[in-house]
């Protein structure tokens, strides 16, 4: 989060020194107007010094777990951030008062009728933020501020519970049997070439687990003389890649130096191994299409016709490295077949598996909760199961439901939907991270124009302007970026 606020203050820099060229040129021309240069001066060393701060920030917007004077270190951060974009707002109103000034030639004048106090207090609140600046970076090497490095991070995102797909019957699947037949027969299609297929959708769509439910099928294992299942994720590293592949094919005879070897042997070792063999390959959670470019050239080609590539993502251009054709996109599901999962889940135990019918409004309220994402409906479904299915009990549950949904959770499958929600986030660039928080300030449900949001986004100096497009039009990307 610090980065981001640390981005909003770039973004408002920017703005000042874009808007402050004329003031900036008028300045030259009297010597009593030094002071305006100054500010200028000033604002583009905070701009240098801010840059470094984020790109040092910007590790550790993937990561969680630091300690305690990290945790301050960030919140000073925050601050410092925050205090920076009230001092350009200030300037942005003294540059911009009585603009048509700056050009008829009265600007002398009204300058001096304005007085020099304000631009003096900008140019002494400036200075005190560079010491500042400076005073974190010395506070950071003094006290060894680190951020959590790459082993820790993978360590935090390593869930050795079991994963809810592992657990998911094929006959409880809603709402994907097209989708469903449609992978069984490209799975099952003689093809000459390696062909990749992939499955992409919102986290929480269900994309792992219907994916792992044709893995598991019996004339799908019969198709092929190995097939890989490869968790991704977002930090990856093609050599361990490899070494999964070779383990996971040659089993017990994978020679037993397999971790030391890397590089043209690895690569040679893997395709010895997969020689001969047709096999499927499945990347689950790619986030990068560096993935496959990667392992393209390497087992693309082992002389064997009909192999499959599955990658499963939340990202529409990895999505893009399959044939157009060979693409399934995953939505959330209708109100019936939200319903039709949810009382799968949370009457598992009934024959008929029916929601009594005084409890069916309720319980609709609850999965409007679920937004049609399969996940969420299991895991909600799943915990209601557990729960007599009273008035009193799931009246209780769904007015303590969002309390629980924000990381105050007592069962592994709800802290799950969070985590899956909250990588999604994570992963996205700070510019959007920047415009999507910005919405929290609408209360839920609230309605605007596309129109307003987006100049919103511009006035709040969120967006970032390019060469050869308006700030709107910049703006409305973004919005799209958000959408899909």
Known sequence: MAEVVVFGALCKIGSVL???????????????????????????????????????????????????????YLQEVRNLASEIEDIMDEFIYLSVRHNSKFFTGEFLSYFRKLGKSPWHKIARELKDLQSHLQNLWNLR????????????????????????????????????????????????????????????????????????????????KNQFDCHIWITVSQKFDAYGIIRKVIRHILE????????????RDLIQILQRTLQQRKFML????????????????????NNVSGNKVVITT??????????????????????????????????????????????????REIIDKCDGLPLAIVTVGNTLSFKKPVTEEWSKYYDHLIWELHDRLHGQELNSVMKILNLSYKHLPSHLKNAFVFCSIFPEDYMMTKKRLVRL????????????RTIEEVAEEYLNELID
């Open 457 to 468: 986004w511009v006035a709040e100096a969120l967006v970032k302007p390019e060469k050869r």
């Open 282 to 301: 499945v990347l689950d959670d790619v986030w990068s299409v560096d993935v496959w470019i990667d392992l393209a050239s390497i087992i693309g080609n």
């Open 252 to 263: 017990g005879a994978c020679p037993s130096d397999i971790d030391t070897v890397s590089g």
């Open 18 to 72: 874009a808007s402050s060229a004329s003031i900036t040129m008028f300045a030259r021309l009297d010597a009593k107007l030094t002071i305006i240069s100054e500010i200028e001066s000033r604002i583009k060393q905070i701009e240098v010094e801010l840059k470094l701060m984020q790109a040092f920030l910007r590790q550790a917007q993937n990561q969680e777990g630091y300690n305690e004077p990290t945790e301050v």
């Open 314 to 363: 939340r990202i529409k251009e990895v999505a893009s490295l399959a044939s157009e054709d060979q693409v399934i996109e995953l939505h959330k599901l209708n109100e019936a077949d939200s319903w039709s999962l949810f009382c799968r889940w949370a009457f598992k135990s009934c024959r008929d598996r029916s929601c009594p019918q005084e409890m069916e409004p309720l319980g």
């Open 141 to 220: 090497v003094q006290y060894e501020i680190q951020l959590p490095g790459g082993d820790r991070a993978s360590a935090s995102t390593d869930n050795h519970c079991l994963p809810l797909y592992l657990s998911y019957p094929a006959n409880d699947m809603v709402g994907i049997e097209k989708e469903r037949t449609k992978l069984m027969q490209w799975l099952t299609a003689r093809l000459s070439s390696t062909s990749v297929i992939a499955v992409w959708g919102m986290g929480g769509s269900g994309k792992t687990t219907l994916v792992n439910i044709i893995y598991e099928d019996e004339m799908i």
